[in-house]
Each structure stands twice: as C-alpha cells, then as structure tokens.
C-alpha cells in the first residue's frame, strides 16, 4: 500500500511541475515540461527517502539541501546578454517549482495544487500588468 501512496506523489509531483514546464515552453522558454517535471520530482523523492526512510537522523537536511541544489541549478540558467540579464524567471521557477516538489513529498497536496495554480497565474500575467513602469 505505502508504494502506491509513494507512486501517486510522484506521478502528482510530475503533473503539477510539467503544468508550470508547459506554460514556460507554451511563451517560449527553453526550459520545458521535462524540466519542470523531473526538478518537481526530484524534490519529492529525495523528501520522500528523507522522510520515509531516514528515521534515525534529521530529514530537514536533505530538504536544505534541495534548496541549495537548485540554487545552483538555477545560478547556471542565467546568463548576461546584451546589457541585460535573462534566465532569472527561470531559474526562480525551477526553485520554487522543487518546493512544490517537496511539499508533495510530504504529503500538502493541497498546498501544492494551490502553489502550482497560484504560480501558474502568476508566470502567465504580464509584468507590464502587474508592475507600471
């Protein structure tokens, strides 16, 4: 029973992060549904073997840990360009789309259905809506 529980996170994890990866490709962004998919559930899983099978030590680690690894993940999606910087929509996506991740991994799945689609709203506004210049 516990694997099928395990399953149906991760298979949640992959869905609700290649929404947000489809919306980034769907404006035309290189970092796609499959990106988006398997950083969500990366976080999952490693929150899942954190929590479910390392009783012994402190499972917050490994969750700090994801959220230095994607920080470095993200540092390599920007770029300067032009006088400008790009990427940095990106890789805030990708740290924020691992934190969805983990919170499937532990079990807020309404909390991460809500962040997805708050996230989604939020990717798919116009800056120019949102923020006069």
Known sequence: MIYLILTGQLCLSIFLG????????????KAGPR???IV????TLFTLISSQFFFAS????????????IGF????VIIHKNGGVEGLTTAAGLWTV????????IG???????ATILMFLVL?????LLFKK
């Open 18 to 29: 290649g929404i947000l990866g489809w919306q980034r490709e769907h404006i035309g962004k």
């Open 35 to 37: 990106t988006y998919a």
């Open 40 to 43: 969500s559930m990366g976080s």
């Open 58 to 69: 402190d499972p917050t680690k490994i969750a700090s840990q994801i959220v230095i690894g």
């Open 73 to 76: 993940l993200g540092a390599g």
């Open 98 to 105: 691992s934190a969805i991740g983990m919170a499937v991994g």
């Open 108 to 114: 807020w799945y309404i909390q991460s259905i809500i």
């Open 124 to 128: 798919s506004t116009d800056d120019h």
